[in-house]
């Protein structure tokens, strides 16, 4: 009975991120400043904002592999925060997807991928890269953080345009294990858990892709929660990139998958 009850759990779960994934929502956040976090990029169909993501090299945005699980990503959105202001200088087309080669789906982890551009991105006052961490060097429990995205402000609420920023706190890998164990569901390897526990902020609905910023470099990629996001609730998960590394940076020197 309990095996059935877990199963039917990550299939909801699984199915529920499949359908919600257009639409990058911060919970309790407040409008990004036009000088920072200029690494942000919303990454897009031909309909438009899909997830979040971040420009890690001039050729490359990192973002979440079920992104493009059921959405035809085409394009992405530096040089702005506002997605009303969205033109030819803003757009960059994605050449190749470089899907993590293990990744299935969220359930399962290794929720990565690699957005390579059809043009580099032109790095100027309004577009920068953000850092990636060292192998090995731990994010201590309890530290301060932030996570953006684009989208409503509250469960069920209205997209907005305007980037969102929230600062979450780093929780404990064994006590986010526990919580996610109490709703029959057992976390995948190589995360790390931030905020939606014990606090009132975190990422909702969608918000996928986007980073989750440590002493300014991206240590994490938003990848999963609950469906509620009336926090406190269960840990929110995010992709742990110390994990990924090699992989990554063979990728960005060989400039393909």
């Not at 299935?104 to 006052?125: R, Y």
């Not at 929660?225 to 590394?245: A, G, M, W």
Request: glycine share 8%.
């Amino acid at each position: 009975m309990m095996h059935g009850l877990n199963t039917c759990l990550l299939l909801f779960l699984v199915t529920w991120l499949g359908q919600n994934a257009n639409g990058s929502e911060i919970i309790n956040g407040a409008k990004v400043g036009k000088k920072s976090m200029l690494f942000m990029a919303s990454v897009q169909n031909d309909k438009g904002h899909v997830c979040g993501g971040f420009l890690i090299s001039e050729d490359f945005v990192l973002t979440a592999a079920h992104c493009d699980d059921k959405s035809d990503l085409s394009r992405v959105v530096l040089g702005t925060h506002d997605l009303k202001r969205v033109d030819n200088n803003t757009i960059r087309r994605i050449e190749k997807k470089c899907k993590h080669p293990s990744y299935k789906n969220v359930k399962f982890g290794n929720d990565i991928m690699l957005l390579k551009l059809s043009k580099k991105a032109q790095l100027n006052k309004k577009v920068k890269l953000i850092g990636l961490p060292k192998t090995g060097k731990e994010i201590k429990d309890n530290q301060k953080c932030s996570v953006a995205g684009w989208g409503s402000t509250k469960t069920g609420g209205n997209s907005v345009d305007d980037l969102q920023v929230v600062e979450v706190p780093i929780i404990n890998l064994n006590a986010c294990k526990k919580q996610w164990e109490e709703v029959q569901f057992n976390l995948p390897a190589n995360i790390i858990c931030a905020g939606g526990y014990q606090t009132e902020n975190g990422f909702c609905q969608g918000d996928s892709g986007g980073p989750l910023v440590c002493n300014k470099m991206a240590v994490g990629v938003v990848s999963f929660n609950r469906r509620s996001c009336d926090y406190p609730n269960v840990p929110n998960v995010y992709t742990d990139i110390s994990k990924y590394l090699p992989w990554i940076t063979s990728i960005l020197k060989k400039k393909k998958c």
